[in-house]
């Protein structure tokens, strides 16, 4: 157990800097093409458009087919460069490739060679396609379309060869897809699970100390009991956590294609080692094998280990290297999303901060955090991309990689936009469960602690307040998703609809001081108290057996 509670602020920090990983969907539109060489083929591919400037039909019917003229081996900054490349017809959609100008300057001299369209190409390194940016005067100026296309992608249509037609439209992009009901429910069903299990470890807790008061257990055991207390975790760990965290993120943006292959091998043990622990309690209901291993049989062990927990273990750890090797499979999101929800409970239950006051700065600053890195950090980067979308989707890197700290839910829709995304997925970071999580769980400790000192004998009331306002910031979050029509920081919505409730059920219930402060000092007196009734009891029976006895013996006179 120690080791556990020495590992979890590390994992705290491995997991918080990845919170909210939601991918745009301003600006996709489709570019279909159709080719003539051998057996006339159609493929679809996404293209990024400003659709604050310019406007695209809605259907492929509506739009007109274009001949597609590769130019990619020039800029297109200046009208010499389109020398010896004569555009021959106006209906004609002109590839150059990115760099050296803007977009709009691209634009505007493909214009100025008679082009009725520009597809710019991305860069060969870049995995994705950037909205082409630009003010109201300079598209103001533009009479053609202009768009941008990922190197990959253009790479496989003029490796078809022939004569390429292509039709640029936008499809309406769908509010909202039959994921975000799993999402919601899915992630509020592991925050309460992780609750009630916390809730009923502190129980048992509990009742391990009555048990110890009424055996009048020697203090060791005791000291082994407040091992089960919170954390000991102060402000200036808070700090020092948050500096952390920050410093992560940063390494993740400047050294993607490193750091990238660290967080790989670190969720493959965690996610394991977190299915594990998950698992052992029923598997020890299973199995109850007791047998433990001589140390002089492992190498590398200090203490003895159960063989029961050894074969559960194995087939643990098989499951996440064999999800390593697999990671890039078509099933890798099942394997993913069980090692991932397995995580999230574990931590939930196992990290137990002390006191209402280290959450409440701990939420905060994450909040800040979360909204900083998303909204503030793309006026601060050269290509306007913010820190967290640009590490969400990779970055400029070349391993292709993905960082595996998130949910994966499959799409349910058919909408042509969803070839826009890397993944035919919604994406949920671990972050947007556990933080909220670890308040959740503290309410759920402080509910058993409150009850055990007579303050009410119903119970949850504080759990249930926090899981409800879960829920409730969830499903706004998503709704700001559908109506914003871009990424959303979770926390922005999860950490006041379940912080502020909790706050107000402790002042209109007298009891925020203590939940401040604190659940250990919650309950104290009164389990002090009632192992001194406990004892009282004790001495009460112990007299009246010596009245017995006595009445007794003057009976027998």
Known sequence: MTATKLLSPCLLIFLVSFLSQRTHAVGNAILQVVSDSGMPSTDKYCVQYNNQYQSLPNTQDKASPLNLKDLSDIEGCDLNEYKGHQIVSQHTLVAVTRGNCS???????????????????????????????????????????????????????????????????????????????????????????????????????????????????????????????????????????????CGTILLLYFFYDYMVYVFIALFCFVGAHSLYRCLLPLWKRIMPINYDIPLNRLPCFKSKANLGSLILLMPCLTLGIFWAVERHASYAWVLQDILGACFCVHLIQNLRLPSLKIISILLVMLLIYDVFFVFITPLLTSDGESVMVSVATGGNGASKESLPMVFLIPLFGDSLLYLCRERSYSLLGFGDVI???????????????????????????????????????????????????????????????????????????????????????????????????????????????????????????
């Open 103 to 245: 977009f709009t300057q691209k634009a505007l001299v493909a214009q100025a060679a008679s082009a009725r369209a520009v597809l710019v190409v991305n860069y060969e390194n870049s995995s994705f396609a950037p909205v082409p940016g630009g003010n109201k005067t300079e598209f103001g100026a533009l009479n053609i379309t202009l768009a941008v296309i990922a190197w990959n992608d253009f790479q496989t249509i003029i490796r078809s060869g022939g004569q390429v037609r292509a039709s640029l439209y936008a499809p309406p992009r769908p509010l909202w897809d039959a994921n975000m009901i799993f999402i919601i429910f899915g992630s509020t069903l592991l925050v309460i699970f992780g609750g009630a299990w916390a809730a009923y470890s502190e129980e048992l807790a509990v009742k391990q100390r009555l048990a110890l008061a009424r055996s009048r257990s020697n203090n060791a055991n005791a000291e082994q009991n407040e091992e089960e207390e919170g954390l000991p975790i102060t402000v200036c760990g808070v700090l020092i956590w948050f500096a952390f965290i």
């Open 435 to 557: 933080i909220p999580g670890l308040l959740v769980a503290y309410n759920a400790v402080c509910d058993v602690r409150l009850r055990r000192g007579g303050r009410y004998c119903y119970g949850g009331l504080y759990f249930i307040v926090a899981v409800v306002g879960y829920l409730v910031g969830m499903a706004v979050c998503m709704v700001s998703l559908m109506l914003m029509e871009s990424g959303q920081p979770a926390l922005l919505y999860l950490v006041p609809c379940t912080l502020v409730p909790t706050v107000l059920i402790g002042l209109c219930r007298q009891e925020l001081g203590l939940i401040f402060r604190g659940h250990s000092r919650i309950t104290f007196d009164s389990l002090d108290s009632a192992e001194s009734q406990v004892g009282a009891r004790g001495v009460q029976d112990r007299g009246r057996e010596d009245d017995d006895e006595e009445n007794e013996m003057l009976a027998e006179t």
